[in-house]
């Protein structure tokens, strides 16, 4: 399973860092996810990160102030969030892609329940 | 950026009914798509990868199918279950990309 936790109320341009951590299957196998959830809204993917942390990739509204990190002793992936925007507020998912190994065609077969991020005053 | 859409946003249907959602992209993905379920308050459900894969554990009734940029999501004999809000998302390419949803509604 994979379980968040970090989530809070931030003021607008402030930083959070959120953390999933996960038990029950080999980590370091499986790229991971950080996707979102606006109130009342769809999803929209955040970040990735390759198993071994050599490749990352992030959404174009996101870019340049989250960084998402993992520390495969600790089976925990994180989101590091700068300078937030009340457009940040949302209910953030760690998900896992189904292939092993692989960034590519990335489905998502195990999901956090989620951790709540309230960006105001 | 690929973008995904979804139709219709909202659908209302009986149970027994067979239904189908739609997903157009805006350029060619193969069958690089996925299908979600998600209930409120619940996080999201993986029902189809590859565009008619069946994950494992979904009920057969579930089905989906497609290529390049057009997909359907058919659920025949809604069952009461199955009210909830479903999802397609792209994985041809970064960054990923979902639908608006399509919202299954008990008529």
């Known amino acids: 399973q994979l379980l968040e936790s970090g989530g809070g109320l931030v003021q607008p341009g402030g930083s959070l860092r959120l953390s999933c951590t996960a038990s029950?299957?080999?980590?370091?196998?499986?790229?991971l996810s950080w996707i979102r959830q606006a109130p009342g809204k769809g999803l929209e993917w955040v970040a990735v990160?390759?198993?071994?942390?050599?490749?990352?990739y992030y959404a174009d509204s996101v870019k340049g102030r989250v960084t998402i990190s993992r520390d495969n002793s600790k089976n925990t992936v994180f989101l590091q969030m700068s300078s937030v925007r009340v457009e940040d507020t949302a209910v953030y998912y760690c998900?896992?892609?189904?292939?092993?190994?692989?960034?590519?065609?990335?489905?998502?077969?195990?999901w956090g329940q989620g951790t709540v991020v309230t960006v105001g005053s | 950026d690929i973008q995904m859409t979804q139709s219709p946003s909202t659908l209302s249907a009986y149970v027994g009914d067979s239904v189908t959602i739609s997903c157009r992209a805006s350029?060619?993905?193969?069958?690089?798509l996925a299908w979600y379920q998600q209930k409120p308050g619940e996080a999201p459900k993986l029902l189809i990868y590859?565009?008619?894969s069946l994950e494992s554990g979904v009920p057969s009734r579930f089905s989906g199918s497609g290529s390049g940029t057009e997909f359907t999501l058919t659920i025949t004999s809604l069952q009461p279950d199955d009210f909830a809000t479903y999802y397609c998302?792209?994985?041809?390419?970064?960054?990923?990309?979902f639908g608006g949803g399509t919202k299954v509604e008990i008529k």
């Open positions: 998900a896992k892609i189904r292939r092993m190994m692989l960034l590519s065609g990335a489905a998502f077969d195990l």
């Open positions: 029950g299957l080999t980590f370091y196998y499986y790229g």
């Open positions: 990160v390759s198993g071994d942390s050599d490749d990352t």
């Open positions: 350029q060619t993905i193969t069958t690089w």
């Open positions: 590859r565009a008619s």
């Open positions: 998302q792209q994985s041809k390419s970064y960054p990923l990309t």
